[in-house]
């Protein structure tokens, strides 16, 4: 039976009998990988606390004939400090619903999104405060956004092309088109945003930094409003109702 390597991160499971179950797992070299590991759920399985929600491994799978068999799981890094704080807990598994939903198997850019994956739990897990976890969050969006060809048009107008004269800024983000939009676009356009200077200049920066480096990004107020832009950007994208997005609305 021929075996691969790869490295992955759990992203959600089902059971399967008694003792085993369906691992969905994100890996950097195969993009989305559905996997068996049999007897996970017995006490004294060796693979139990590695097949874990939100933890990342190095993984032996053998090849099977219709799903393939984790044999061996060296732990990378499991991610503690999300899972034992409930707001770092819910936008983490927003993250993963996320890819979930937009991951393919033998995705192109599937290394390039496996390591966003893993930055975006890696600052989840340091961060001290919710406005942390948020840029983590709407950086993790935006640049998935990328990888998936959705980026979002912050130059110019998504409809026409044009770029804004007036105060040569723009006023309206439209989700449906996928940016902002100018005045004259605005009165054309459906699921539309009110927007200013610092909403624009925030998704530049987080598609370029890691941390907030600027105290005007510590605004819980700008924060919000950017997240819910983009999760109706990205709700808009997906051919199925998104469900953590309810969550984080009743618990953060």
């Not at 990378?76 to 393919?104: N, Q, R």
């Not at 510590?218 to 199925?240: A, P, Q, T, W, Y």
């Amino acid at each position: 039976m021929p075996h691969y390597r790869t490295r992955a991160i759990n992203l959600k499971s089902h059971n399967l009998g008694e003792a085993d179950k369906i691992m969905v797992m994100y890996s950097r070299e195969h993009g989305i990988i559905r996997c068996v590991a049999k007897g996970v759920k017995k006490t004294k399985s060796s693979l139990g606390a590695r097949m874990q929600c939100l933890t990342a491994n190095n993984l032996l799978i053998a090849k099977g004939r219709n799903l393939d068999i984790v044999c061996q799981a060296e732990n990378l890094e499991c991610f503690d400090k999300v899972k034992t704080d409930l707001t770092k807990l819910s936008y983490s598994l927003y993250c993963t619903e996320l890819i979930s939903h937009f991951g393919t198997e033998g995705d192109s850019n599937s290394a390039g999104i496996y390591d966003l994956l893993f930055e975006t739990f890696k600052n989840i897990s340091v961060f001290k405060t919710t406005e942390e976890v948020l840029w983590a969050v709407l950086r993790f969006k935006l640049k998935l956004a990328e990888y998936l060809g959705y980026a979002v048009e912050l130059e110019t107008c998504a409809r026409c092309n044009k770029t804004e004269q007036k105060y040569k800024t723009y006023h309206f983000f439209c989700a449906d088109t996928g940016g902002v939009v100018c005045s004259e676009c605005f009165l054309k356009s459906r699921k539309t945003f009110e927007i200013d200077n610092r909403h624009i200049k925030l998704f530049k920066d987080a598609l370029n930094y890691d941390f907030p480096f600027e105290s005007e990004y510590f605004d819980k107020n700008l924060l919000f409003s950017s997240f819910n832009i983009l999760k109706e950007f990205i709700s808009l994208r997906s051919d199925k109702k998104l469900k953590t997005p309810a969550i984080i609305e009743l618990l953060c």
